[in-house]
T-cell receptor
């Protein structure tokens, strides 16, 4: 299994540009999430999904869109990039096991700079 | 979701036990306590979770107080590779995983 893959690894955007960060998992996990991590800070949840066709907002959803048309893919779209969106973006997938076991598997991250 | 409070940083000598505390005084009955850690700039890694009882696995032990208002993660023999940020998270069984600021653990030789 490749686990959770994210592309690209690095990206530089100009203010106002749009782009899509790709995330895919091959573990048949029902749950997927997007987080951002600013320098020296903890992770903040942007959007998450509990299954294909179902998405919900996290703590910081503004400026981002998601969709989940398949179990495997969960792309994150930046509508109009702003310097405040400069961050490292992590995608994660998980399943809900017995007795509340909820182990998230994280991708390697995408480092985004908006100038 | 219940909030958690952790010390921002801790030191531990290599080979000694590292005890990382977490307060979650507003935890409710169906919420689990999870611990993750993040080494350098990698994605976080699951360590352990529990509801009421103490738990142990190959990585760590989790001690939850009887009133469930606090917990302690124990790394029994810390190594330099355990230097990381450790996150204590409270989550309903089917809820979102919300990270806080965590505790930066430095294991020193």
């Amino acid at each position: 299994n490749a686990g959770v893959t994210q592309t690209p690894k690095f990206q530089v955007l100009k203010t106002g540009q749009s782009m899509t960060l790709q995330c895919a998992q091959d573990m048949n996990h029902e749950y997927m999430s997007w987080y951002r991590q600013d320098p020296g800070m903890g992770l903040r949840l942007i959007h998450y999904s509990v299954g294909a066709g179902i998405t919900d907002q996290g703590e910081v959803p503004n400026g981002y869109n998601v969709s989940r048309s398949t179990t495997e893919d969960f792309p994150l779209r930046l509508l109009s990039a702003a310097p405040s969106q400069t961050s490292v973006y992590f995608c994660a997938s998980s399943y809900l096991g017995i007795r509340g076991h909820y182990e998230q598997y994280f991708g390697p991250g995408t480092r985004l700079t908006v100038t | 979701d219940a909030k958690t409070t952790q010390p921002p940083s801790m030191d531990c000598a290599e080979g000694r036990a590292a005890n990382l505390p977490c307060n979650h005084s507003t935890i409710s009955g169906n919420e689990y306590v999870y611990w993750y850690r993040q080494i350098h700039s990698q994605g976080p890694q699951y360590i352990i979770h529990g509801l009421k009882n103490n738990e142990t696995n190959e990585m760590a032990s989790l001690i939850i107080t009887e009133d469930r208002k606090s917990s302690t993660l124990i790394l029994p023999h810390a190594t330099l590779r355990d230097t990381a940020v450790y996150y204590c998270i409270v989550r309903p069984e089917r809820g979102k995983l919300i990270f806080g600021q965590g505790t930066e653990l430095s294991v020193k030789p």
